[in-house]
Structures are given as C-alpha cells and as structure tokens.
C-alpha cells in the first residue's frame, strides 16, 4: 500500500466520521425548475433515473441521455410526476462519434443547456477496447463525459449559470493515475485491474470537475462533482464473477453499511445542481457535504498533463478545446 493512498484513505474516513458527527443534512431550495433544460446521461436506470424524476418533478425539461430503454424511463417518469417535458436521445458514450451525433443533435435543437449531469458508469466490465481504440471502461466512465462536457459549452453558455456534475466515489481514492498510463489497452484484464481501473475512472471524474470548474468559471458555469456513497444498483452486479474475496467482501459490506436510498442521493444531485453560491465550484462532494478530493489532484502538474492527454483521446479539435 503507498503511503500516498494511506493517507487518503485515512484523511476519507477521518471526513466520513466528521461529516456524521457535525454535519446536519441541507435543507434543499425550494427552486422551481420550469423553463430550465437537463441532461442526465445513464439516465434510464439506477441514480440517474431517480436524479431525471427529481429534476422534472420540479418542472425542468429532462433529456435522458443512455444508450438503451430510454422511451419506458421517459414514460415511467412522465407517470410519475406529471411533467410531460420529457425526451430520449440516444446516447453511446462508448463511442466518440456516438457522443458527436448527440452533441450536434442538441446544439441543434436546443436553446440551452441548464444542467448538465454526466451520470452514467460501469463497475467492473471485462470489456477492454471500445471501438475507438480506447480503454472501455474509461471512455464510458470520463474520456465520453469529457468530450460530451466541451460539445455542449455553446448550449450551456447560453444559459448564463449552468451548473456541470460529475458523478465521482470513494474508490476513487484508491486510485493509480498517471498521465501516461490514462489509457491502457494491452493487458489481461483480471479482476485487480477492473477495479484500478474503475478507481482512475472516478479520480479523472473528481479531476474533471475540478479543471472544468477553473475554466467555465469565466462564463458562468460551475463544476462539481459528487460521491453517492453507495446505492444498490445494477452497476453492482458484475461482483458476482468477481474472484478476489477480499476486494468483493470491502465493497459487499461497505454497500450494506453505507446504502443510501436512492431519491435521497437523487436530491443531494438536486442540491448542488441548483446553488448559485460561488464557493460551489470545482468541488467533489460527499452527498450534500463538500468532501475531500485525492491529494495528487492538488498537483497541479499532474492536473494539467491529465486534461492535455483527454484531449488528445478523445481526438478533440483545436477549436474545441477550452483556452484557460
Ligand atoms: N451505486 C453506487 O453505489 C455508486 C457509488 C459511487 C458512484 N456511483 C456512480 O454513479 C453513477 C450511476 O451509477 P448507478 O449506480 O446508478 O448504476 P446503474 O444503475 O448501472 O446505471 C448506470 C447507467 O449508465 C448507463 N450506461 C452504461 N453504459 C453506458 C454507455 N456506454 N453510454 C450511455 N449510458 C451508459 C446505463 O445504461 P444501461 O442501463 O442501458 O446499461 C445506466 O442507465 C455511475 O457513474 C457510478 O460509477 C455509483
């Protein structure tokens, strides 16, 4: 174990305790949200179908973005809060054109973008190689979010403050980010690996909001992202074929100690997503509490060979890319 990771991991469970002991839950704003557009990727199931219904109970346009059964979520959350306001689009973020399609398709149709909540993931997959070449499980987890993220700043400019949310985890601190290793292909994917993997997935989400925070600031978009904790979802089930006992015994019991219910992680999204407060920028949040982010995201170094190698991944053009 290095001595970079103890730390982390101390320092997280130090805040854990600290937040349970001091912190009251937040009230949420009562703010009503029509005329305000949405996007949830990942958002037929799980954290962020329940995040959709809680924005359009509000009255906000949602657009799930995902790239499957989006028309039953759509009519499920119609069902549910009356909000006919909303829309599937198909999404891949697997794929880099896949993310381009949708792009061009809302900067096409939409006026503006208020919130963008870039929710959707995978655990542990044995799938190693999307058909860009890229390592999967990152393309799915960060590089197709931050592609997405830089397509929609037009839209999102639009809206004077939107607000950007990455969807982030306490692996995260069990990270082994290196700027030459963000996208590895050429090794037998074993259980170890699928774990490190999904940890620098949520380190780069955490990174993510942080960069995008520093940068959009100047046109008054905010970055954050946030820790659900744990919410027993289908991104759990892949731990069935999971061979290392230890690893898998951590998360079981972890998940049972630490579940939340899913509409409250769903309001806690609502919570950031909705403050204007200047202080809620490039932060990662625990639930509704400003936690604390891996320590080598405070070099800043590090931080930026990161987001320079993302933009070559995702094979962004210069004019896309954001001038600091
Ligand atoms: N649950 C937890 O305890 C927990 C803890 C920490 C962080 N998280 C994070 O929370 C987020 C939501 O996870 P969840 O627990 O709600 O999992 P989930 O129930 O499995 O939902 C994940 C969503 O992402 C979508 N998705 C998967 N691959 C995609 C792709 N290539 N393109 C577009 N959408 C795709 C899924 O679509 P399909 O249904 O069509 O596959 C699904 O709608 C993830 O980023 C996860 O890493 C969850």
Not at 67 to 75: F, I, P, T, V, Y
Not at 126 to 139: A, E
Request: proline residues 2%; positive net charge.
């Amino acid at each position: 174990m290095s001595l970079s990771f103890a730390y982390d991991l101390l320092m997280y469970i130090l805040a854990r305790i600290y937040e349970f002991i001091w912190c009251r839950d937040k009230p949420i704003p009562l703010k009503c949200l029509v005329g305000k557009t949405a996007i949830v990727t990942g958002g037929n199931a799980g954290i962020g179908l329940a995040t959709a219904t809680v924005l359009a109970s509000r009255g906000c346009r949602v657009i799930l973005a995902d790239c499957q059964n989006g028309e039953s979520s759509r009519d499920q959350i119609i069902a549910s809060t009356d909000n006919k306001n909303i829309v599937y689009k198909h999404l891949d973020l697997s794929s880099l054109q896949s993310v381009r399609n949708f792009a061009a398709n809302i900067c096409k149709t939409e006026e503006k973008i208020d919130i963008l909540i870039n929710n959707a993931g995978i655990g542990l997959t044995k799938r190693l190689v999307s058909v860009d070449g890229l390592n999967y499980l990152m393309q799915v987890n960060i590089f197709g979010a931050f592609l997405l993220t830089h397509l929609l700043l037009e839209p999102m400019k639009k809206a004077k403050q939107a607000k950007v949310i990455f969807v982030s985890s306490v692996l995260a601190n069990f990270h082994s980010l290196r700027a030459e290793k963000l996208n590895i292909t050429d090794f037998e994917m074993d259980d170890e690996h699928q774990i490190l993997l999904y940890s620098n997935s949520k380190a780069c989400c955490i990174l993510a909001a942080q960069e995008f925070g520093k940068k959009l600031e100047k046109y008054g978009i905010t970055a954050n992202s946030i820790d659900p904790v744990g919410v027993r979802t289908q991104i759990f089930k892949p731990l069935g074929d999971y061979n290392n006992w230890l690893m898998k015994s951590f998360l079981m019991v972890g998940l049972q100690l630490a579940a939340q219910d899913v509409l409250d992680v769903a309001n806690c999204f609502l919570n950031v997503a909705i403050r204007n407060e200047p202080a809620t920028n490039g932060k990662n949040y625990v639930l509704s509490h400003i936690g604390r982010k891996p320590t080598i995201l405070m070099d800043r170094k590090l931080c930026q060979d990161l987001w320079s190698k993302m933009e070559d991944l995702v094979e962004l053009k210069p004019e896309e890319k954001i001038v600091s």
